[in-house]
């Protein structure tokens, strides 16, 4: 069984053809733990067997070691082949290996600091970056990264970072697609409310958004995922398990959206596999699959930092889920009544 693929072409002009599993290449870039280059080309090529044929990366996973992985991974595959997305909205500087960013979170990577930046120049500046690292000659899609409460910490600086892309980034995206330099552009976000007030001032094509719509949050169902179906606005969903509890499971430790996962979710958690255990099915299958069952989404990027990760994620990309799960998660009222489950 091979993994499906979802064409997208809000443009009409062909489109991107994405497989339902896509690859997100922030672990490559060391996250929490250093690999050796074998191990993450091992990873990139389990993928490719499995038939994945969606990238995302960004200049700041691993200070650029995650596009510089894909480098060698990707040269000499045909470039029609896959997608490929990367991101804008930091810039990389050279730093001292005592004053680089990212210490304790990225392991044995370049010594850079990221400067955050939306502007009309440092998003064109990015780019160039990226192709270099990369090594490729176009790069399908690029988002705008990060503009959100999450990384920007109040109010009043997302909506001052907020302003900045609109009046200055979005522009230089809106010409590099209109030249035809990109097939598309939007935003990776951590939360469908900075998506929406994107989406709501500007002509955009995806949206990356992370952990916001799975078996646990729904919210984007009130107001966001509507606006992007009526507009054929693409979702890209990364983060499907929630930064891992979905895949573990309610056990001590298990994390949810980066943290130590509280009381409550664990209890919610617990119901969740208890359904699916009934059904016979893996519940990390489900979380998979479920983002996919709304019309808006294109393709789900779980990450993995391993060849078994891998393989897990091909498995779920594969798996069936009856449709009398679906069912019992609503009627008890863990799953919303409006979730699509089609």
């Known amino acids: 069984m091979t993994i499906a693929t979802r064409v997208w072409d809000r443009l009409g002009n062909g489109g991107l053809t994405f497989t339902e599993l896509g690859f997100g290449t922030a672990p490559l870039g060391n996250l929490y733990r250093a690999i050796s280059d074998a191990e993450a080309q091992a990873v990139l090529e389990a993928a490719w067997a499995g038939g994945v044929r969606h990238f995302d990366t960004a200049p700041l996973y691993g200070m650029g070691l995650s596009e510089t992985r894909l480098n060698r991974f990707l040269r000499g595959k045909p470039r029609d082949e896959y997608v490929l997305s990367t991101k804008v909205g930091r810039l990389l500087q050279a730093a001292t290996p005592d004053t680089r960013d990212g210490i304790g979170k990225w392991f044995e990577v370049p010594s850079r600091r990221e400067v955050y930046d939306y502007g009309h120049d440092a998003v064109l500046r990015s780019v ?81 958004l992370a952990g916001r719509y799975t078996l646990l949050e729904q919210e984007a169902l009130d107001s966001f995922l509507p606006l992007c179906q009526s507009r054929g606005i693409g979702i890209v969903l990364g983060g499907p398990y929630n930064s891992g509890i979905l895949a573990t499971g309610a056990r001590p430790g298990a994390f949810y959206n980066y943290n130590p996962a509280p009381q409550p979710i664990l209890d919610r958690v617990a119901r969740i596999e208890a359904v699916c255990a009934a059904h016979g099915v893996r519940m990390v299958d489900a979380a998979f699959r479920f983002p996919l069952c709304h019309p808006a989404v294109v393709s789900v990027i779980p990450g993995g930092q391993g060849v078994q990760e891998m393989e897990a994620n091909l498995a779920a990309a594969k798996a069936v889920i009856p449709a009398a799960l679906w069912s019992d998660l609503k009627t008890d009222g863990l799953l919303r009544d409006d979730a699509p489950v089609g």
């Open 128 to 208: 160039e970056f990226s192709l270099e690292r990369l090594g490729v000659d176009r790069i399908d899609i690029l988002y705008g990264h990060d503009i959100d409460l999450f990384n920007h910490g109040s109010a009043e600086v997302l909506q001052a970072k907020l302003t900045e892309f609109i009046g200055g980034g979005y522009r230089a995206l809106l010409r590099l697609r209109d030249e035809g330099v990109i097939r598309a552009f939007g935003a990776g976000l951590n939360e469908w409310q900075s998506c929406q007030w994107l989406a709501e001032r500007g002509d955009f094509d995806l949206f990356l």
